[in-house]
């Protein structure tokens, strides 16, 4: 069936970097933007990140631009966020999700598959 | 650009219906149809409910509709069941390549 198994997640020290991994199966990849979102404790969700199907393109939310990086392998199906000079406030649960329209005009449309999510916790 | 606007808390006996109202501007909400609704269960990964402002994905219940007038979305759960009982966000594109979420709707089933 049509799932992302995510991975990666864990408690880090604050200042080092982080790679989380989603894992496609049940559906091309390859013909699908992709996005990273994450949820703080006790607070709402936040949009961080969203790739091309190509990989050709990344757009970010501007409390990441920077430090986040997202990248995939359509060859493995994977998509990734790399999280650089980890801070306090990237503790969260953070999600991959599916958008559902495969042509970059609709991206932004709607999330119609997510991960179970990995939870990051910063330490100081 | 700040969170899209929705009320906290909404709340209603089994089978009667709520109504959450989404927010933003003119800029988001306003010039796209790209409204989506989510629904967030505890320690699960959320669950598109409605995209482009009023469809269902295949296997939602039509007990869940939507609709658009201006720069606010509104979000209607009719028939309220226990299992409703969730956190409901909505979000819209932006109009510059980024996604804004709501902050979120705890609804209670009573």
């Known amino acids: 069936q049509v799932q992302l198994v995510q991975s990666g997640g864990g408690v880090v020290q604050s200042g080092k970097s982080l790679r989380l991994s989603c894992a496609a199966s049940?559906?091309?990849?390859?013909?699908?933007?992709m996005h990273w979102v994450r949820q703080a404790p006790g607070r709402g969700l936040e949009w961080l990140a969203l790739?091309?199907?190509?990989?050709?393109?990344?757009h970010y939310a501007d409390s990441v631009k920077g430090r986040f990086t997202v990248s995939r392998d359509n060859s493995k199906s994977t998509l990734f966020l790399h999280i650089a000079s980890l801070r306090g406030d990237d503790s969260a649960t953070y999600y991959c999700?599916?958008?559902?329209?495969?042509?970059?005009?609709?991206?932004?449309?709607?999330?119609?598959?997510w991960g179970q999510g990995t939870t990051v916790t910063v330490s100081s | 650009q700040s969170a899209l606007t929705q009320p906290p808390s909404a709340s209603g006996s089994p089978g009667q219906s709520v109504t959450i109202s989404c927010t933003g501007t003119r800029s988001d909400i306003g010039d796209h149809n790209s409204v989506s609704w989510y629904q967030c269960h505890p320690g699960k990964a959320p669950k598109l409910v409605i995209y482009e402002v009023s469809k269902r994905p295949s296997g939602v219940p039509d007990r869940f509709s939507a609709s658009k007038s201006g720069n606010t979305a509104s979000l209607t759960v009719s028939g309220l069941q226990p299992e409703d009982e969730a956190d409901y966000y909505c979000s819209s594109y932006t109009g510059s390549n980024s996604l804004i979420f709501g902050g979120g709707t705890r609804v209670t089933v009573l």
């Open positions: 999700g599916r958008d559902m329209w495969g042509t970059p005009h609709s991206y932004f449309y709607g999330l119609d598959v």
């Open positions: 049940g559906f091309v990849f390859s013909n699908y933007g």
């Open positions: 790739i091309w199907f190509d990989g050709n393109v990344q």
